[in-house]
């Protein structure tokens, strides 16, 4: 008897610890190979909650070149603040991730309209 296939939600933290992208808790269930810069950036800001630069870089599960790379440019666009030794969101950065929640919402709606067209035309084209 074959074994059924894990769901998404099950596989996706052994993907994630590969590298691999899936969507947040955004009702995304794709699984694609890289992430963009906007959710790069997006896994840095929700993070920045008081952690220290290595805790957030763990959290936004990137490696050390490309977090600092992306931390550093969230500090010049004031995205994010350093105090002491911890780093935290300012309000243009929550600004940011609401826009960022907004697109992803947007593009599941999209997503789900193009499915919806598909199941229309399937085998009538």
Same mark, same amino acid.
């Given at each position: ?20 992208? !899936? ?63 911890? !780093? ?38």
């Amino acid at each position: 008897m074959r074994e059924k296939e894990p769901k998404v939600q099950e596989i996706s933290s052994v993907l994630i610890n590969r590298g691999a992208k !899936y969507y947040d808790s955004y009702a995304h269930n794709e699984i694609r190979k890289k992430r963009d810069c906007y959710e790069v950036m997006f896994s840095i800001l929700k993070n920045c909650d008081g952690k220290k630069k290595t805790k957030l870089m763990y959290a936004a599960n990137l490696n050390y070149g490309i977090f600092t790379k992306y931390l550093s440019k969230l500090e010049k666009l004031n995205y994010i603040t350093l105090r002491g030794d911890e !780093y935290y969101l300012t309000e243009k950065g929550r600004e940011y991730i609401t826009k960022y929640k907004e697109y992803i919402r947007c593009m599941t709606e999209f997503e789900n309209i193009k499915k919806e067209l598909d199941t229309l035309f399937v085998g009538k084209i």
